[in-house]
């Protein structure tokens, strides 16, 4: 856990085994209103709360950015190595 991400020609290595099949897992800033006193989510065009459905989560999800992102970390998927948590 004490080794650093390995990168070679634009390409993210394993420091452990040299795998490529690495993953990295950072925080996307997801925005999202809701009542203070109550938790219901507030719809921004109406100002009204509102349940928000699967597909509206789904798609806020997809729209999130990852720009101002506060960690990450990166795992190798072949032998399990996992790198610590950076912060910006």
Known sequence: MDQEII???GVYLCPKCGSKRVTEYFQ???HKAKDVNTGTSINLRTNKPYKMSNREKAQMYDMATTEGV???SYECR???WSSQIYAE
């Open 7 to 9: 990168q070679k020609n």
């Open 70 to 72: 506060g960690c990450w």
């Open 28 to 30: 996307a800033v997801l």
């Open 78 to 80: 072949k032998c399990g």
